[in-house]
């Protein structure tokens, strides 16, 4: 009984020494970590930064417009060059040199309009001033008159200058001056200087809708229809140029006045579309939209109407007493907006 309790004993003993050696053996592999791992607690999702907000960027019509040679310029008497006036070369000019001296026809002769102006070599002409002559190709004209020219020289300011920008002063005024071999140009007309690239496929040809400037109203029903758009009667109109494919037209639209309120419209027209250029103004006996005009909005005359992408744009001349603009048009959420950037005009009275 004795030998049984001292066994009993000793088991109990034996059985408390492994057990302890067993929680020191689990301590170590705690500590070790080699069979168990504790698990990391999961983190949140890192959040991705909110991207910055988008610049404004400028619209297709003005990238477009941007790379896009385009100027304006007039014709002489003779039909054989066209000048793009240009006065600010000497503004151009770093203030510590010397600006030229005018020349006239006493230091040239007969050839003085020929005459270079030594500090402007051909290759510089960008750098001075912004403006590239041998970017130019071809000069627009009226109905889309195209005729080819190249870069002929820059011509001094000459005594005698007058400020008018007409044939008359061609060969006293500043610029860069433009050659058309065959002389085909129009005399004293505005002419569209660009490049043949962007217009090879986009131009629509256009042609005059009467004679010697006799331009045919609308067709009454167009008419009913432009008064039943814009709520407001017609008092006259005019047919200014046609397609020469397709059913097309450029067309004036002078709405009766309304008290004070005055309105005429440019309009283009074709069998998808009609889009409006529209001009209000408060009536002015002598000016109402053009100085000495009277109430009468002047002149139009096509120069050129082409497709792109981008929508239909649209060039013309509006004539006054006063001056000729050069308006340049561009199709916009189904209307027509003049391009402030493209705006020319020269004072020819």
């Given amino acids: ?32 970590g080699v069979f168990i791992e504790e698990e990391e607690p999961e983190s949140e999702p890192a959040k991705e930064p909110e991207p910055a907000p988008e610049e404004p960027g400028i619209s297709a019509w003005a990238q477009r417009f941007a790379t896009w040679p385009i100027a304006f310029g007039f014709a002489n008497d003779e039909g054989s060059k066209v000048i793009r006036v240009f006065y600010d070369f000497e503004d151009a000019e770093d203030e510590e040199e010397e600006t030229p001296a005018a020349t006239g026809p006493e230091v040239y002769g007969e050839d003085y309009d020929e005459a270079f102006d030594s500090a402007y070599e051909p290759s510089n002409y960008l750098e001075k001033t912004g403006f590239d002559p041998d970017a130019f190709s071809l000069a627009v004209g009226p109905y889309g008159e195209i005729w080819p020219i190249y870069f002929s020289h820059w011509q001094d300011e000459k005594i005698g200058n007058n400020g008018r ?42 042609g005059p809708s009467g004679w010697m ?11 009913e229809s432009i008064e039943k758009y814009k709520e407001r009667k017609v008092a006259w109109t005019k047919t200014l140029a046609v397609t020469k494919v397709g059913d097309g037209l450029i067309g004036l639209v002078v709405f009766e006045r309304q008290g ?24 002015d006996e002598i000016s109402t939209w053009r100085v000495d005009a009277g109430e009468m909005p002047g002149d139009f005359t096509p120069i050129l109407l082409a497709r792109f992408g981008e929508g239909l744009i649209m060039m013309l001349t509006w004539s006054a007493p006063e001056s000729e603009i050069a308006l340049t048009l561009y199709e916009e959420d189904g209307v027509l907006v003049e391009a402030d950037e493209l705006f020319s005009a020269r004072y020819m009275p």
């Fill in 1 to 32: 009984m004795r030998k049984l309790t001292i066994l009993l004993s000793f088991f109990i003993a034996l059985t408390l020494v492994v057990l302890s050696g067993c929680e020191i053996v689990k301590s170590d592999i705690l500590q070790e």
């Fill in 213 to 223: 400037g006799n331009y045919p109203p609308l067709a009454d029903e167009t008419i």
């Fill in 165 to 206: 920008e007409n044939a008359g002063n061609f060969s006293r005024l500043p610029g860069f001056v433009f050659a058309q071999k065959e002389w085909k140009l129009r005399k004293n007309r505005t002419y569209l200087l660009t490049d043949m690239g962007p217009l090879l496929d986009s131009i629509i040809a256009i």
């Fill in 260 to 283: 004070n309120d005055m309105l005429f419209s440019i309009v283009y027209m074709d069998e998808e579309k009609v889009l409006f250029w529209d001009n209000p103004a408060e009536y």
